[in-house]
């Protein structure tokens, strides 16, 4: 679908409610291929978080706070989305990740988790969405078992418990949690 200032496009992996609109969600988790400097799309009473998955990175600017080199193996970011926010390309074309939940209903939090060559059954905290950086990984929740390779996501409603994660050949994932605002 169309950015929201019809800068680029963006690849929506989940959404709630589902099938809302840009102006309606909740929260919503999405990837967007960014190929050329420019601003972000205002969120008003949106929180926001970034992380780059490929490409040598994006130089962001949210204003009142000094600039922060975003790269695929850097922490991700946290901003208000209804801050002016610009973000200026590292040599090229870049694949980000973006988590927004609608501030005073949900907040967020998102972490990229290295698991190492030939983890068996490691535990992964209870999560809402774990997505597949890098590598691949067997998701053990329950009885389900998924695996889960490059840029695939897997979203699970139930949070009550640990997942387990094995991995062959190594993994980055981005572990998203999204609850209910305490606020």
Do not use: Y
């Not at 978080?49 to 600039?67: D, E, F, I, K």
């Not at 870049?94 to 990229?112: A, C, K, P, Q």
């Not at 774990?130 to 979203?155: K, M």
């Amino acid at each position: 679908m169309p950015w929201k200032n019809g800068g680029g496009e963006t690849a929506e992996i989940a959404v709630s409610p589902g099938g809302a609109a840009l102006a309606q969600f909740d929260w919503r988790i999405s990837m967007a291929r960014v190929a050329a400097d420019g601003p972000f799309s205002g969120f008003p009473g949106v929180d926001r978080t970034l992380a780059v998955v490929a490409g040598a990175g994006l130089r962001l600017s949210v204003h009142g706070h000094a600039p922060v080199d975003l790269r695929d193996d850097s922490p991700p970011i946290a901003f208000p989305g209804d801050v002016a926010t610009h973000g200026a390309l590292i040599g090229g074309e870049v694949l980000d990740f973006n988590v927004m939940t609608r501030r005073g209903r949900h907040e967020h939090s998102v972490r990229r988790v290295r698991v190492a060559a030939s983890t068996v059954d490691a535990p992964l905290p209870s999560a809402n969405l774990v997505f597949c950086q890098e590598g691949a990984i067997d998701v053990q929740s329950g009885n389900q078992r998924d695996r889960l390779e490059r840029h695939d996501s897997l979203l699970r409603d139930d949070v009550t418990g640990p997942w387990r994660m094995s991995s062959e050949s190594g993994a980055t994932l981005l572990v998203v949690s999204i609850e209910g605002s305490r606020r």
